[in-house]
């Protein structure tokens, strides 16, 4: 049985070191005003734990519990989902900072990138993923030397490495890992205007001759299910911070119960549960199945999630007015920075490729074995 309520020793563990460290600087997280140095700290924690956290698809792990009754001791035994593992580290991530969140789920993400193309030597320190494409002076490879401009850099000026995507002659897709560490790399911040995700430290990065490595085969990076798996990491941060910015409003309704503060509760209550049990659902299939990128039910995760959050934001608007807004500086936080985070979802789009998976799932199975299955969402 995939014990899917049961505490998870390593998110325990990283609590505990991070709210240790947030106490030491006389805070608490529902009222966290974080600076540059506390940030910083936090990551490094974060970082520390990397190699403890399990890469997406990386199967189950059975334990043994001690459980105790009022007329027997017995063991249970109880399956995890390692992959659920990973997504509620990062969900927890997300519910205190999003900036964080961002540069740890990236972080991770390369590795697991490393792992899955078949790098395992990766050297020790912040990584970071770099995948957009479309800039006018394309990032160009020849002879162990990369030039040209990548941006959405973020984390520019923080990483030790990044992973980045380029396409060749061919227009294949490959990838390069660059030693941020060198001359000939220009850092440009100027054209990151963001209010929301404003400490990202996202930039326009220019490579003038800079030495780097090519790493997995041609188109590996996209043509892999990982590539899928990594993307519902990201809407687990999108999770984390709408349950986070949920919970002000049970806080609210426990200090001071109203019927229109308990009507607001059960609306994203709903809501999110609906979301945590499809998270529930989703990680067990990718660990049942990792060798399948499951990108249809993962874009709908993540619309689902965008949707979610954004309920959350209005919600607890509606239910609690301006004060949280103006007043607490992390409840104000996660709400700018989540709207700008969710653009990582695009939109429209988006759900023109969920229209079209769907269209061809119901091309292929428009029949179970016993001949009554009318549709595709049929019970």
């Known amino acids: 049985m995939l014990a899917l309520n049961a505490p998870n020793p390593l998110l325990s563990n990283i609590k ?25 700290d936090i990551l490094n924690i974060l970082v520390g734990y990397s190699d403890k956290i399990p890469h997406p698809a990386s199967g189950t792990d059975e334990v043994i519990r001690a459980k105790s009754t009022s007329t027997d001791k017995k063991n249970i035994r109880e399956t995890y989902s390692n992959t659920l593992i990973r997504w509620q580290v990062l969900a927890y991530v997300a519910s205190i900072d999003l900036t964080i969140a961002k540069w740890f789920e990236s972080h991770l993400d390369a590795l697991s990138i490393l ?18 494409e479309g800039h006018p002076d394309p990032i160009r490879y020849e002879e162990g030397k990369v030039s040209g401009t990548k941006v959405w850099c973020s984390g520019a000026n ?7 995507t380029y396409r060749d002659e061919h227009g294949q897709a490959q990838l390069l890992m660059v030693d941020m560490h060198q001359i000939g790399i220009d850092i440009d911040n100027t054209t990151w205007q963001a209010v929301g995700m404003q400490d990202t430290d996202t930039a326009t990065v220019h490579f003038y001759q800079v030495a780097a490595s090519n790493v997995g085969a041609s188109n590996a990076y996209l043509e892999r299910a990982g590539f899928w798996h990594g993307a519902a990491g990201v809407a687990a941060c999108w999770y984390g911070a709408a349950a986070c910015i949920a919970s002000y409003l049970i806080t609210s309704y426990k200090r001071k119960p109203n019927d229109y503060k308990a009507m607001y509760l059960g609306q994203i209550s709903t809501a999110l549960a609906v979301t945590q049990q499809y998270f ?6 990718i660990d049942s199945e990792p060798q399948q990128s499951h990108e249809l039910i993962i ?9 979610v959050a954004r309920q ?12 949280p807004f103006c007043n607490n500086a992390h409840f104000a936080r996660l709400s700018a920075d989540l709207a700008v985070f969710i653009r990582q979802s695009h939109g429209a789009f988006d759900l023109q490729k969920i229209g079209e998976l769907s269209s061809v799932l119901a091309s292929a199975s428009t029949t179970d074995l016993t001949g009554k299955q009318d549709n595709i969402w049929q019970l």
């Open 299 to 307: 874009r709908q995760l993540r619309a689902n999630v965008e949707q």
């Open 280 to 285: 529930y659902h989703i990680a067990d299939l």
């Open 312 to 323: 959350a934001m209005e919600v607890a608007g509606q239910a609690l007015g301006a004060a």
């Open 158 to 164: 923080m990483v030790d490495y990044g992973l980045m």
């Open 115 to 132: 792992h899955e193309v078949g790098y395992d030597k990766a050297p020790q320190g912040l990584w970071a993923i770099w995948a957009a």
């Open 16 to 40: 505990t070191a991070v709210e240790a460290l947030i106490r030491a600087n006389n805070q608490t997280v529902s009222g966290l005003v974080i600076t540059d140095v506390l940030r910083r």
